[in-house]
DNA sequence: TAAATATATGAATAACTGTTCATATATTAG
DNA sequence: CTAATATATGAACAGTTATTCATATATTTA
């Protein structure tokens, strides 16, 4: 009949699992933030800007790749909420969103034990 | 001739972006980590696992779908280290494979201000 | 051993994503 | 105003990925 049937615990568990599923909607804001920090780019985009506020050609110079596709990819971390921008002259000076951002990429590194 | 001459500071976050950039393998592996868990189902499945073990159907309960999505899923989120699965008779018992996923999932959930 | 249950997987297709190229916009300098 | 510098963006192509369907494997029960 069902998997668990003597396992009572397990049927507890699963309870909870389908009580506290997360609506559908914030599921996705959690995972559009994830899918948008999960491009090799765009990761070194966030471990340059560590350091501080970065003008896109020196981010540019820190990541690698092109201009344009360093653009490309900053324009998604900005419409995703993972940096932000202000413009100072001729120059968008970058920098992170908040201290959650490198919270979560420090837990990332702890889970993988590499020092970054 | 370039873009901060005559902003010490920036210079200085150049400097340190560029020689703190992390190797290219390290950058892969984070970029692995958050892909593994930024598709809606496998999320889903990370928070059903916050409660628990589950088994494969009772994870299917939860997180809705096929069985056959939600096991194509479970392999990519064991293989990248994610989950954990032991067997137990007919079926694989899943949880998470430590304390940093749930603590990722609440620094992504506190940058986006929701209660998850 | 045969049937039932639980889980996994290969192949194929459809959808998505990153990069490139060309070009556009915005700001400053001459 | 014109040129130079900095940044952004649209379109197209190539590569990746999630889902489905059919089927395979593993375990337990009869």
Redesign the interface.
């Known amino acids: 009949m ?3 049937a003597h396992e009572e ?2 049927c507890v ?2 309870r ?3 009580e ?3 609506a ?1 909607e ?10 948008t ?4 780019c765009r ?2 985009i966030l ?9 896109v ?3 540019v ?3 690698g790749g092109t201009q344009s596709a360093v653009s490309h990819q900053l324009r998604l971390l900005r419409s995703n ?1 993972i940096v932000k921008g202000r413009r100072e002259g ?2 968008i ?1 970058y920098s992170l ?2 201290e ?2 490198v ?3 420090e ?6 034990h ?1 020092k ?1």
């Open positions: 069902n998997c668990c615990e397990h568990v699963a909870l699992a389908k506290n599923m997360p559908e914030d599921v996705a804001r959690v995972a559009a933030i994830f899918k920090i999960s491009e090799p990761l070194k471990f340059a800007l560590r350091q501080g506020e970065l003008c050609l020196r981010i110079e820190a990541v909420g001729q120059n000076l969103a908040d959650h951002v919270a979560v990429l837990l990332a590194c702890a889970h993988l590499c970054i």
